[in-house]
């Protein structure tokens, strides 16, 4: 596996792009949708540039409840930037096909890594239908890091106007010598990983990323993190960070939370496998107090090892209800909150 040569160069399509500064008053706003137990994330930059990380939710509706949320954000028809799918886990590109469909989207980039490499299992539905949206969408640029036989290069960024996408890592699968053999970790521990910078404060988006397995003393790193601690310490920094996979224990560990050091935690869970994880919230509390921990499934009690901060007694976490959105303002001020409150 190689690294993707000039891949910034395949992004931006300018290799001297510059960084301009914002102007007053400019926002740059990110979504992190409410839809249940997947994650779909809208970033709105100024001058009506967009920019998804993720397309997933509740697979069992085919994404449209994802793309209705999708469509109250950004206006059928309108250019896309890029799409960024971390891994191909349904609950992260159930509607993908759609917003390829539905969008003037000018870039694809994803690892392409599906279960159905792994074993004889096919693929998912939500994956073929990407297929078919690419066939049907030839103006689309599409970066499959598997079908390159690639991996990101940490570092590699592209800038639209004042607001800079950095790339931490991405692979078209796992290195052998992470030597994973679990499937879930598997397709999990290819996420790819960007941070979003704008005006001084700065979004950690991070799919699946995989540093420990859920058994793990609380000083393992593995994987996805390690690789990122080893080889892309000096981008982990950020004012916001996107939990890894929804706050189950197999992701943010230690050594990786210490060095992203956030002011602000958004997990994305639903009423499902008991995410975020008490486990997972105490390693951010170290760093955050519990008003500055944001998650989309407020209220839900699904008992167990969940996280117990907002629960409701016998309550089920519905969906579209604990959307949070992210403005980090021209200022160099941010703000995160529910946008249900």
Not at 9 to 18: K, M, N, T
Not at 241 to 248: R, T
Request: glycine share 8%.
């Amino acid at each position: 596996m190689k690294y993707l040569v000039f891949f910034f160069l395949l992004l931006s399509g300018r290799a001297d792009a510059q960084l301009l500064p914002p102007n007053a008053n400019e926002t740059v706003e990110v979504r992190v949708l409410d839809v249940g137990a997947g994650l779909c994330n809208l970033i709105k930059m100024p001058g009506g540039k967009y920019i998804v990380y993720d397309a997933g939710g509740d697979y069992n509706t085919n994404g449209e409840r994802t793309m209705a949320q999708i469509r109250n954000f950004i206006p059928v028809g309108s250019e896309i930037e890029m799409l960024v799918l971390s891994h191909t886990d349904a609950d992260h590109i159930v509607a993908a096909g759609q917003v390829l469909r539905e969008y003037k989207v000018k870039k694809l980039l994803w690892g392409g890594y599906e279960r159905s490499m792994i074993d004889a299992e096919q693929p998912t539905a939500a994956y073929q239908r990407i297929i078919a949206a690419l066939q049907a969408t030839p103006g689309t640029v599409n970066v499959n890091l598997n079908q390159r036989d690639s991996v990101i290069t940490p570092g590699d960024h592209f800038s639209v106007g004042a607001t800079t996408i950095t790339f931490l890592c991405g692979f078209g699968r796992p290195p052998a010598e992470w030597g994973l053999t679990d499937k879930a970790e598997k397709l999990n521990a290819v996420s790819i990983v960007m941070r979003l910078d704008f005006a001084g404060n700065s979004v950690l988006f991070c799919g699946d990323a995989v540093g420990r397995h859920r058994d793990d003393p609380e000083d393992a790193l593995i994987a996805t993190e390690k690789f990122m601690v080893e080889r892309a310490a000096q981008y982990l920094p950020s004012t916001v960070i996107i939990a890894p996979h929804h706050g189950a224990k197999n992701g943010s560990s230690a050594a990786f939370v210490k060095l992203v050091k956030p002011r602000a935690v958004i997990f994305s869970a639903g009423h499902r496998f008991h995410h975020p994880e008490s486990s997972t919230a105490l390693r951010y509390l170290q760093y955050v107090s519990t008003s500055s921990i944001f998650r989309t499934d407020r209220g839900d009690d699904e008992g167990g090892t969940e996280w117990d901060y907002l629960r409701v007694p016998a309550t089920k976490d519905g969906y579209n209800d604990d959307n949070v959105d992210v403005l980090l303002k021209s200022d160099h001020s941010y703000r995160v909150f529910y946008l249900d409150n």
